[in-house]
């Protein structure tokens, strides 16, 4: 029996070692195996160094990290360059396969996001979607002038369904809470306002609203689930049974400034009206008539692509 030169035991062992873990812990980084390829390719660790942009001291160092991972020579230097050993050139062989598989991987991934980032959802409730979402889009086409954006309009709790049923990207509500699954961010602040025709009597009032009055007083009111009455029944504790519901914020000043009742709508929807004096203000005490205006998103499933932009937009 010959005897044992002591690496046998060694190599079983190290063999046994190298398997425990994860693969990447086993496997050269993607960096390191193209630095050997371009070494194999160029003849010279310092031309391989400059054609991926770092130092020959870093491309040395990347090289002996590789060596003491596998455990094996791969490039031998001298004054007239860098040569491969001979189990460089077989873990180069391997390395091209590793690469190549690498850029295929690459361009499924860039695929992805291209199918992604050339379309755009938004779900917003009727106040944002009328006043505040035309520039934020306008904004976002100087941007990503390719990218094909569609409205879904609606009341605030028919986005949160849209968003949460993957029919949207993104949401803009305007209501009093967040549903359930949803993660948001206020975006903007908002003033409710208390309007009538100027032939209604309110008009010609010397004192401010009470909350109780308005509380107690039919109104010409969006539809269940619309985000403007949900702040207002919240901030009142209750309102009277309507005495219209309408489904657009435009129905709904149409209907005040001909003289059917009061209304309450967002400050945003009232500068022309008010200014032409087609609707007047009513001053209300003792209620705070304001919100918060919020984008919308599955819980876990932060924007990106041209929703990231988007978000940033209305932020901005």
Same mark, same amino acid.
């Given at each position: 029996?010959?005897?044992?030169?002591?690496?046998?035991?060694?190599?079983?062992?190290?063999?046994?070692?190298?398997?425990?873990?994860?693969?990447?812990?086993?496997?050269?980084?993607?960096?390191?195996?193209?630095?050997?390829?371009?070494?194999?390719?160029?003849?010279?660790?310092?031309?391989?160094?400059?054609?991926?942009?770092?130092?020959?001291?870093?491309?040395?160092?990347?090289?002996?990290?590789?060596?003491?991972?596998?455990?094996?020579?791969?490039?031998?230097?001298?004054?007239?360059?860098?040569? +491969?050993?001979?189990?460089?050139?077989?873990?180069?062989?391997?390395?091209?396969?590793?690469?190549?598989?690498?850029?295929?991987?690459?361009?499924?991934?860039?695929?992805?996001?291209?199918?992604?980032?050339?379309?755009?959802?938004?779900?917003?409730?009727?106040?944002?979607?009328?006043?505040? +979402?035309?520039?934020?889009?306008?904004?976002?086409?100087?941007?990503?002038?390719?990218?094909?954006?569609?409205?879904?309009?609606?009341?605030?709790?028919?986005?949160?369904?849209?968003?949460?049923?993957?029919?949207?990207?993104?949401?803009?509500?305007?209501?009093?809470?967040?549903?359930?699954?949803?993660?948001?961010?206020?975006?903007?602040?908002?003033?409710?306002?208390?309007?009538?025709?100027?032939?209604? *009597?309110?008009?010609?009032?010397?004192?401010?609203?009470?909350?109780?009055?308005?509380?107690?007083?039919?109104?010409?009111?969006?539809?269940?689930?619309?985000?403007?009455?949900?702040?207002?029944?919240?901030?009142?504790?209750?309102?009277?049974?309507?005495?219209?519901?309408?489904?657009?914020?435009?129905?709904?000043?149409?209907?005040?400034?001909?003289?059917?009742? *009061?209304?309450?709508?967002?400050?945003?929807?009232?500068?022309?009206?008010?200014?032409?004096?087609?609707?007047?203000?009513? *001053?209300?005490?003792?209620?705070?008539?304001?919100?918060?205006?919020?984008?919308?998103? *599955?819980?876990?499933?932060?924007?990106?692509?041209?929703?990231?932009?988007?978000?940033?937009?209305?932020?901005?």
């Amino acid at each position: 029996m010959g005897q044992d030169d002591g690496t046998g035991d060694q190599g079983v062992r190290g063999a046994g070692a190298g398997r425990g873990g994860g693969l990447s812990h086993r496997v050269p980084e993607l960096g390191a195996l193209e630095l050997l390829l371009a070494v194999a390719r160029l003849g010279s660790l310092g031309r391989a160094a400059r054609e991926l942009g770092i130092t020959q001291p870093a491309a040395s160092s990347r090289v002996r990290s590789m060596e003491r991972q596998l455990g094996v020579a791969l490039v031998d230097r001298s004054p007239r360059g860098s040569r +491969l050993t001979d189990a460089g050139a077989l873990v180069t062989d391997w390395a091209r396969r590793v690469v190549e598989a690498a850029e295929v991987f690459d361009a499924g991934a860039q695929a992805l996001r291209d199918r992604r980032d050339s379309r755009l959802r938004v779900a917003a409730s009727m106040t944002i979607a009328e006043y505040l +979402l035309p520039g934020w889009l306008i904004a976002l086409r100087g941007q990503r002038p390719d990218t094909a954006v569609s409205l879904l309009a609606g009341n605030s709790t028919v986005v949160a369904e849209r968003v949460l049923s993957a029919e949207a990207d993104l949401g803009f509500v305007e209501g009093v809470s967040v549903a359930a699954g949803l993660d948001s961010v206020v975006i903007a602040h908002d003033r409710l306002i208390v309007v009538t025709g100027p032939g209604h *009597p309110w008009a010609r009032r010397r004192r401010a609203l009470g909350a109780a009055e308005l509380g107690a007083t039919p109104l010409i009111l969006r539809e269940e689930g619309s985000g403007t009455r949900q702040v207002l029944e919240a901030a009142l504790g209750g309102l009277a049974r309507p005495l219209i519901e309408l489904s657009s914020t435009t129905a709904v000043k149409a209907s005040a400034a001909s003289g059917a009742g *009061p209304a309450v709508l967002s400050e945003l929807a009232l500068g022309e009206e008010l200014s032409a004096r087609r609707l007047v203000a009513i *001053p209300v005490e003792g209620v705070r008539l304001s919100r918060d205006l919020r984008a919308v998103w *599955p819980v876990g499933h932060r924007p990106a692509g041209p929703a990231r932009d988007l978000l940033a937009l209305t932020r901005s």
